[in-house]
């Protein structure tokens, strides 16, 4: 089936999606971009996505292009017209079409929207965590403001085509003081030898994950020990488990670092029985969100929001 894409106010066909050779993300990076899983048709952790996507148009100034209810409608009618049960929806906000300059544009200057949606086979997905990844390290060489969900990302993308070079799934970056930040797309986690959850504060440092909070939520529910801190590669190294989280990866557990074995190298029943709690609990939260009269009542009509 061909792929649909909503642009700038329409719904296309992905392959004839465009946006104007000014827009200011294209030239600037000048935009931010949220991503959710879907699982069973329906948006997983929604409010936390779409309360990051306020702060993070806030944290740079962009204008919000609707309303929350006109936004929801239109990502419900994404995966409902992509036909997606599994997969993920990416959203990416931009300042605008203008001049090229880098002073902002005028201040009513409309927003760029654009939404993709794509399966994802998550058969795959499990299989994968139940054999665990590799990591590698490298420097930390983004910008300071990474707690803003900006599409600037050429430091992720080599990060992770150096993992993917070497044959990891994923690369976990290491700032100047000798500690792991987080990893190119997903939040680094370790396990303690006493059974404590450890990943670093939320700060200008990292990404505050949605899955990453969702994670803290369910561990603390479920009385087990977490602590935010920093952690260096070294007590990674020496760590009952260890774990990166995401939205696309959920949690996927991590037993090799720079070629180098985590416990026994293989994964902990820890990591993966803190995946099935957070899927399980994950995929009744959506459903419960994808039942709200108000998203639905719009998204079925097949009604465009106007924004």
Same mark, same amino acid.
């Given at each position: 089936?061909?792929?649909?894409a909503?642009?700038n106010?329409?719904?296309?066909?992905h +392959?004839?999606?465009?946006?104007?050779?000014?827009?200011r993300?294209?030239q600037f990076?000048?935009?931010?971009?949220?991503v959710?899983?879907v699982?069973?048709?329906a948006l997983m952790?929604?409010d936390?996505?779409m309360?990051?996507?306020?702060r993070?148009?806030s944290?740079l100034q962009?204008r919000?292009? $609707?309303?929350d209810?006109?936004?929801?409608?239109?990502?419900v009618r $994404?995966v409902?017209?992509?036909?997606?049960r599994?997969?993920?929806?990416?959203? +990416?906000v931009s300042?605008?079409q203008a001049?090229?300059d880098?002073?902002?544009p005028?201040?009513?200057?409309r927003?760029?929207?654009?939404?993709?949606a794509?399966?994802?086979?998550?058969?795959?997905?499990?299989?994968?965590?139940g054999?665990?990844?590799?990591?590698?390290t +490298?420097?930390?060489?983004r910008?300071a403001r990474r707690?803003?969900?900006s599409v600037s990302?050429?430091?992720?993308v080599l990060?992770?085509q150096?993992a993917a070079?070497a044959?990891a799934?994923?690369?976990? $970056?290491i700032?100047?003081?000798?500690f792991?930040?987080?990893?190119?797309a997903s939040?680094a986690?370790?396990?303690?030898?006493?059974?404590?959850?450890?990943t670093?504060?939320?700060? !200008?440092d990292?990404l !505050?994950?949605?899955?990453?909070?969702?994670?803290?939520?369910l561990a603390?529910?479920?009385?087990i020990k977490t602590q935010?801190?920093?952690?260096?590669?070294?007590?990674?190294?020496?760590?009952?488990?260890?774990f990166i989280?995401?939205?696309?990866a959920?949690?996927?557990?991590?037993?090799?670092?720079?070629?180098k074995?985590v416990a026994n190298?293989h994964?902990?029943?820890?990591?993966?029985?803190?995946?099935?709690?957070?899927v399980?609990?994950?995929?009744?939260?959506a459903?419960k969100? $994808? !039942?709200r009269?108000?998203?639905?009542l719009?998204?079925?009509?097949g009604e465009?929001p106007v924004?």
């Amino acid at each position: 089936m061909s792929r649909i894409a909503y642009v700038n106010g329409r719904f296309v066909w992905h +392959q004839d999606a465009c946006i104007h050779i000014e827009d200011r993300g294209n030239q600037f990076a000048d935009a931010v971009y949220e991503v959710w899983g879907v699982r069973g048709g329906a948006l997983m952790d929604f409010d936390g996505h779409m309360t990051r996507l306020a702060r993070s148009l806030s944290e740079l100034q962009i204008r919000r292009p $609707m309303s929350d209810a006109a936004l929801s409608a239109i990502l419900v009618r $994404m995966v409902a017209l992509n036909h997606i049960r599994n997969g993920l929806i990416y959203l +990416q906000v931009s300042r605008g079409q203008a001049r090229r300059d880098h002073i902002f544009p005028s201040p009513d200057t409309r927003p760029g929207i654009m939404i993709t949606a794509k399966p994802v086979n998550f058969e795959k997905a499990e299989a994968r965590a139940g054999k665990g990844i590799s990591v590698i390290t +490298q420097p930390d060489i983004r910008w300071a403001r990474r707690d803003i969900k900006s599409v600037s990302l050429l430091p992720n993308v080599l990060a992770k085509q150096a993992a993917a070079e070497a044959g990891a799934g994923e690369c976990w $970056m290491i700032d100047t003081d000798g500690f792991i930040t987080e990893a190119s797309a997903s939040n680094a986690w370790i396990v303690t030898a006493d059974g404590t959850l450890v990943t670093r504060p939320a700060s !200008n440092d990292i990404l !505050n994950g949605i899955t990453r909070r969702t994670l803290f939520r369910l561990a603390r529910n479920a009385g087990i020990k977490t602590q935010e801190r920093p952690f260096t590669r070294d007590e990674a190294l020496a760590a009952r488990e260890a774990f990166i989280t995401s939205a696309s990866a959920f949690l996927t557990p991590v037993v090799e670092i720079d070629g180098k074995p985590v416990a026994n190298g293989h994964p902990g029943t820890f990591s993966l029985q803190l995946r099935a709690s957070y899927v399980a609990t994950a995929k009744e939260r959506a459903r419960k969100q $994808m !039942n709200r009269p108000s998203v639905w009542l719009v998204a079925c009509r097949g009604e465009r929001p106007v924004n």
